[in-house]
């Protein structure tokens, strides 16, 4: 069965990116546009991934990680950053907030392989 | 008047004979739209005009009768720079393995040596560093001193490994973050990082064709050489040649290490699989025997049980 993924990220140019790179690696793609929108659906169906923007309306990706930690449904749940903010307190504090890997914007297909790799995904 | 085809297959012939003569290697897998796109890159930076047609470019390969500069040029802009940090994880957690056993009984006055004779832009020697520093830092053993030595052929990618530059995409290609922000720092340029300067403490970089006879400084007693993804490029007597002579630089304990995709070349040139790594690239020399200081310890190079401890 495939993996699935899901894509949070306000930018549709991003998600389209990121879509076309995932299921290149044979993953199902969902997406959302904000960590509300991906709160409500991990809680209904927690993907095997979550790409994650920070900077994000309506909740940032930042709270949508602390409180899907919170649930039991999000404990195991793999969590990718992928933000522009690159700064090392930025990447301490998203890291230290559950993520288990970080991508730093712009990125490529090569870069979503190697952290999907890191974390165990492909 | 050349026809498109005719075109294509000068430029070919042209490309294939500067490469096999220069490098040993093949002719490259890729489509025209490719072939053209490099060879304007090679023009642009080689001419004092930008060259617009393969038929120029032949004219001025031939103008200039193939000089050292254009075969360089040539040969910088076809030689494949695709790596990635920590690239055949499996291969980088054997030497791992190998290390925090083989460099706890080390002498002090015997420095493991690893060679990286296809290093491109010096991901490879930075990953042997960055996994050396890791284990130092568990402090297994002090005493234990590492040499890596890495070389390319091409004058341009040792250069950039010199400089230990890299951007974003390749930044980030096989490091994971907590390693980018140890052994990196972002430079003030968007987007670039830079690695640190004492994960070049223990690395040489040099220029080798991997054609010629390694250089002087270069010992003969190598405990790895890592070389994946480079033996696959070359014609195939070649490849058979060079791999022969990597196996003669090799200590009789040594290890080489191919990708998986290059497994026949190993098993041609006599070299036997590692067992615990099978189908990996992992090989060891086929005349196997332990360096006199470690005869005491010579269980810990029984295959077996080496491959029993890569297992756990």
Redesign the interface.
Known sequence: MAKNCLVVDDSKIVRVMARKILEGLGFEVFDAENGQEALDFCLKSPPDCVLLDWNMPVMSGLDFLKKIRAEAVGKNMKVIFCTTK???DS??QG?AAGAN????K???E??IK??L??IGLI | MYSEKYEEARLRSLISSVLEEGAGLCSPQINYATLLARVHAVCLGFSDRPLLTPLELLAHAHGKGYNKEFRQSVLEGFLTRDT?FFRD?DNFRSLQKWLEKYASFTPSNQHIKIWAPACASGQEALSISMLWHKLQQDKYNEDAKLEIFASDISTRSIAKAKSGIYN??DA???????DL?NFFD?QEDF?LWRAKTFLFDNIKFFEHNLLHSPPSFLPRKLDWIFVPHTLRDFVENTATRVITRLASLLSPHGWLALSPSEVEIGFRAGFKESEAAHKQGLFARSTFSYPDHLQSNSLLFDNTIYATSLEA
């Open positions: 690159t700064d090392a990447v301490k890291m890997e970080y991508i730093m712009p990125f490529d090569g870069v190697s952290k790799s890191e | 990635l994880k974003n995409f980030q290609c096989g490091l994971a973050i907590g922000l972002r987007g």
